[in-house]
DNA sequence: TAGGTTTACGCAATCGATTTAAATTTTAAA
DNA sequence: TTTAAAATTTAAATCGATTGCGTAAACCTA
């Protein structure tokens, strides 16, 4: 295709001349402005019809300063949560007239800024964003936030509080986790955490400690493993350094379901039964969870629904002068076999390690 | 943040005026052009980095209606082969300067369409789609062909040849994964299938035909079921429906490793076992075929290799005229527990069904 | 040194939609 | 019939970067 071939858009000045109209009157016809008479409109409107007439949004940013857009941000796209975040929001802002724009950081601060830069270049009207796993600084963050443009965190949120944010009660979400594995049983429980600078990661850590506090179990930072990213392999790690220990505990609580797979692998190819012998509980109710065998137990995270809490607090934020607010969503457990050791206390059961 | 608080963006204006030069030649010294001089080019580039200018890419992309963006529209990014092909365009766009941005069409074509006018309205340089299930149709893209802007179908193409595609070897895949079924020895094979309109899933099923005929083996429309979805109830649908057959065949062969997994767990619930009583190969190389159990053979898919394909195609339509080409890759068996019978066959083994 | 080249840069138009302020027409009240 | 008020519409500026065309200054060459 050569250059001469290309078709030439139709603008708003195709249709006022067509019309013998202004251009003015025709952007204001389109945009539904008061001023403009019921007549005026119509025909303006059936010609741009008839022409194909699309609005040129560069245009329209540029002189607006602003785009229907909303950008997205997150870690990678291909875990099950983030989608689903993804899902809700697309669906929310597709009922508000909003388009979605997705990129990645694959977890890295370069790339974050990157991103961010870019999305601030293409005028989004606002950013919905999950924090790459290593970011504690948040000042690349004040070009948006200086210029109004409204950020709100979702999921992986900062430690500061003049943002605006969703995310779920992550406290509560690793208490119930550990209650869940207690009311299993388990006397010895280790957590396998993610970095604890995240707020997420601390916050299930200090309900894990909690629940331990409360039915008077043993606690020791020895129980505590930390991963740097929740990767499969550190999964393996994890449970490797898990077997070092001088009392192999019988509960696993880990800060995500890849983690736990992982290490449930790892742990049954070492010879030991789950749930019997250790019971392992997972974080995000990701779709493998019920592939696996043992299916896993977890706490269900509410992706979509986060997604769409982001969304309906960016149309807040738009409407009005920009507003600070924070949205926390429940869990739940969900038990499947990595955890159920009521039925299989029905037979005899070998005792348990620790 | 009220109004008023909001910075103002620095502009080529603000640094030709504090220079005391034209705007053109700040523009011009930015973008590298020959014509300025190297003194004048420093003292921009300096003053441009102490001021913090970044330059507008709306106002950019208006007059020069391009923008350095490269628009990926896929189906579902949460499907583990999209979202390495994402990665892979992402890796290559980023050495060549660009930016990528992600948009997904949940297999509706009207998403599809959607979509497709908001990345022509900002201005995207080129596309890179992967088609929508149901499209058959495409005469929505017209508004890129015709304008000049490259378009590059990955993976899912259409079926017409006069636009650039990368894909992979669909034939030889569904002949090898077939073949591989032979070698394992099964004697009748099954087929799920995508719907035949996409080219690629009709030239696994081709490739399919082709093994058994090569191998004498039998063929039988009865066979072949096809899926609208490839999705896990689909899996277990096309297996209860396998089920029904006179005679359960020894091998199957699916379109893709969500409809193997499903169909597998299906049918070992049913009491057959996998692989002695049916053999099964999926398709794509999806991470979770090594985390069931048994773990699943397929065909390995270099998605992240053609993403990175695709991305070359698009910077070499942006360098010259818009060349239309085709890139095909090919793909291997991976063999694991799900066809593994020579092992198996080392015991006593219960014969074959069929 | 006159005339021709280069080099380096500025002017002003342009991309297409929006918007302010002003002009024009219509309506309605006096 | 006037005239103020209301309802429409328009002209022109604007958003910020790019670019065709023009030109002054510096540099050559014969």
Redesign the pocket.
């Known amino acids: 295709m050569s250059q001469e071939d290309k078709k030439?858009?139709?603008?708003?000045?195709?249709?006022?001349s067509e019309l013998?109209?202004?251009?003015?009157?025709?952007?204001?016809?389109?945009?539904d402005?008061?001023?403009?008479?019921?007549?005026?409109?119509k025909a303006v409107r059936k010609l741009a019809k008839e022409k194909g007439?699309?609005?040129?949004?560069?245009?329209?940013s540029?002189?607006?300063?602003k785009s229907s857009t909303i950008g997205i941000m997150v870690t990678w796209i291909n875990r099950p949560f983030i989608s689903s975040l993804i899902a809700g929001a697309e669906k929310a802002a597709k009922e508000a007239g909003y388009q979605v724009i997705i990129t990645q950081t694959h977890d890295d601060i370069e790339m974050e800024k990157a991103n961010l830069k870019m999305l601030y270049g293409i005028r989004v009207s606002a950013l919905i964003v999950s924090l790459a796993m290593e970011t504690n600084d948040y000042s690349h963050f004040d070009l948006f936030l200086d210029n109004g443009i409204p950020v709100i965190f979702a999921d992986r949120i900062p430690k500061k509080s003049n943002v605006s944010m969703v995310n779920i009660n992550n406290f509560n979400a690793g208490f119930d986790a550990t209650q869940h594995l207690i009311d299993q049983g388990c006397k010895r429980i280790a957590h396998f955490g993610g970095l604890p600078h995240q707020t997420l990661y601390e916050d299930r850590c200090f309900g894990y400690k909690a629940a331990l506090k409360k039915n008077n179990l043993y606690e020791g930072e020895e129980l505590i493993i930390y991963a740097n990213q929740l990767s499969a392999d550190e999964g393996k790690r994890l449970a490797e350094q898990l077997l070092t220990l001088d009392i192999i505990p019988d509960g696993i609580f880990c800060a995500n379901d890849t983690v736990a797979i992982s290490a449930m692998k790892y742990l049954i190819s070492q010879g030991y039964n789950v749930p019997e012998d250790i019971a392992i509980i997972g974080f995000n109710d990701d779709p493998i969870c019920q592939l696996i065998n043992p299916t896993l137990s977890t706490i269900h995270h509410p992706a979509e629904k986060l997604g769409e809490y982001a969304v309906a607090q960016v149309l807040l934020a738009l409407e009005k002068d920009y507003k600070i607010a924070t949205t926390t969503l429940d869990t739940y457990v969900v038990q499947r076999g990595s955890t159920d050791r009521k039925i299989k206390q029905m037979k005899p059961l070998k005792s348990n390690i620790g």
């Open positions: 030439k858009d139709i603008t708003i000045y195709d249709l006022a013998k109209i202004s251009a003015s009157t025709v952007s204001r016809a389109l945009n402005h008061f001023s403009i008479g019921a007549e005026t409109k007439y699309r609005t040129n949004v560069i245009a329209s540029l002189r607006t300063n």
